[in-house]
T-cell receptor, first 111, second 112 residues
Framework: GQQLNQSPQSMFIQEGEDVSMNCTSS?????WLWYKQDPGEGPVLLIA?????ELTSNGRLTAQFGITRKDSFLNISASIPSDVGIYFC???????????FGTGTSLTVIP | DTEVTQTPKHLVMGMTNKKSLKCEQH?????MYWYKQKAKKPPELMFV???????INESVPSRFSPECPNSSLLNLHLHALQPEDSALYLC???????????FGEGSRLTVL
């Protein structure tokens, strides 16, 4: 299946810092989704992107659909302790196809 | 709060047991999914139902048997599992197999 590479694999940051992570693929995707997952819980949808170049915000979170349609980016501003978790991207090539998941970025926020 | 509800939240079973995981959504979605997730790994797709018909089976062993009784319900029947099947099992739903994919809180399965 398709492989989505996320980077960085893990991040350790101070509370209040901004965070950037990305998701890249060798194939074109028509939908990008970003999730946060806490231990033992299901992934929670943060942002959905549907158009190349689209920039969408959800509170302190901002995500972008790359113009090449092969990548997506997630930024978190002014991080807080509850931002701790694993962030996954997911991409879908066409309607009816499965969603492919990225390898995940583990975020630790140091108070 | 998630609108995809999974039960039970935790399940411990022996290798000879038969058990079932259940999932329910009331968002009017017509596609429902089962994923398996190991610790610190991304979810792995197992099955997709679209309009109550199985549309994707990712070569899952027959000891896992999905069932979609109606558009709101999805079951996963488990029989003769192996210890390596221990994982978090996630149910998800979406509108017409496109757009936003919503997950339940998961069922933590331990096979002894």
């Amino acid at each position: 299946g398709q492989q989505l590479n996320q980077s960085p694999q893990s991040m350790f940051i101070q509370e209040g810092e901004d965070v950037s992570m990305n998701c890249t693929s060798s194939s074109i995707f028509n939908t990008w989704l970003w999730y946060k997952q806490d231990p033992g819980e299901g992934p929670v949808l943060l942002i959905a992107l549907y158009k190349a170049g689209e920039l969408t915000s959800n509170g302190r979170l901002t995500a972008q659909f790359g113009i090449t349609r092969k990548d997506s980016f997630l930024n978190i501003s002014a991080s807080i302790p509850s931002d701790v978790g694993i962030y996954f991207c997911a991409g879908q090539q066409n309607t009816g196809n499965q969603f492919y998941f990225g390898t995940g970025t583990s975020l630790t926020v140091i108070p | 709060d998630t609108e995809v509800t999974q039960t039970p939240k935790h399940l411990v079973m022996g290798m000879t047991n038969k058990k079932s995981l259940k999932c329910e959504q009331h968002m009017g979605h017509r596609a429902m999914y089962w994923y398996k997730q190991k610790a610190k790994k991304p979810p792995e797709l197992m099955f997709v139902y679209s309009y109550e018909k199985l549309s994707i089976n990712e070569s899952v062993p027959s000891r896992f048997s999905p069932e979609c009784p109606n558009s709101s319900l999805l079951n996963l029947h488990l029989h003769a599992l192996q210890p390596e099947d221990s994982a978090l099992y996630l149910c998800a739903s979406s509108q017409d197999q496109q757009g936003e994919l919503f997950f339940g809180e998961g069922s933590r399965l331990t096979v002894l």
